[in-house]
């Protein structure tokens, strides 16, 4: 089995994991972000030390390739494809959504549901979210959704549905639905990559770390200041 660095900026949590064989040889998280801009070096400083003294090179890098925040995503990238071309090994890209509901669908003791839906916060009521069935295969794609009442009706008025993630949170007073299931604390975790970036190494999964980007979902738009400076002012 494959010695594979995983990275994951994709909210405001930033973790660093490596793994081997399927056993985790080092891992360190933050939840207190975002400061990816400031750990995620140190983070990645660390492991390739703790392999050195292994006299271990990672295999592959995986990283957290969206949807999610624009700037943790750009980072957690930019650091994952300056690795693969330093040390001239592969990158795997995950999606982020996935990755999570990956993490709880290991989760024991968990009420019964029939989907998946990982929800990552986009701002005011909308998330990204993509429906999953209990093996993890795609019933709806990734999408950027507006909440209300009304949504996801079709797929609650079939089956329960277990919510979960920085977007979820907010729509907990709008899904008012008794098959609609929540659970709280979810986010995406570098832990929770290990099987996925192994299947996709085994497969040769592999992107082009010359010409890959994350995956926004939709166009970062700049906001401008409040308190803007008027500088043709007399």
């Known amino acids: 089995m494959p010695c594979i660095l995983n990275i994951e900026t994709a909210t405001?949590?930033?973790?660093?994991?490596?793994?081997?064989?399927?056993?985790?040889?080092?891992?360190?998280?933050?939840?207190?972000?975002?400061?990816?801009?400031?750990?995620?070096?140190?983070?990645v400083d660390e492991a390739v030390k703790i392999l050195r003294a292994q006299n271990l090179q990672p295999d592959a890098v995986a990283v957290s390739c969206g949807p999610g925040s624009y700037t943790g995503l750009r980072i957690g990238v930019s650091e994952a494809k300056g690795l693969c071309f330093g040390l001239n090994i592969p990158l795997i890209a995950l999606n982020s959504l996935k990755i999570m509901a990956n993490g709880v669908s290991k989760m024991k003791d968990l009420q019964d549901y029939t989907l998946l839906c990982p929800m990552i916060d986009a701002r005011r009521m909308e998330v990204y979210d993509v429906l999953l069935n209990k093996e993890l295969q795609e019933v709806r794609p990734v999408s950027a959704d507006i909440i209300d009442e009304d949504s996801f009706a079709d797929y609650l008025n079939k089956g329960r549905i277990l919510f979960f993630g920085n977007g979820a949170e907010k729509c907990k007073t709008v899904l008012k639905s008794e098959t609609a299931l929540f659970l709280d604390?979810?986010?995406?975790?570098?832990?929770?990559?290990?099987?996925?970036?192994?299947?996709?190494?085994?497969?040769?999964?592999?992107?082009?770390?010359?010409?890959?980007?994350?995956?926004?979902?939709?166009?970062?738009?700049?906001?401008?200041?409040?308190?803007k400076v008027l500088t043709d002012m007399k």
């Open 185 to 227: 604390n979810v986010y995406p975790r570098a832990l929770d990559m290990i099987s996925l970036a192994e299947e996709a190494y085994a497969a040769g999964d592999f992107e082009d770390v010359a010409y890959f980007e994350p995956f926004y979902l939709k166009e970062f738009v700049a906001t401008t200041p409040k308190n």
């Open 12 to 43: 405001e949590v930033c973790s660093v994991v490596v793994s081997r064989d399927g056993r985790v040889i080092f891992q360190k998280e933050e939840t207190k972000g975002p400061s990816h801009a400031v750990l995620l070096g140190t983070f």
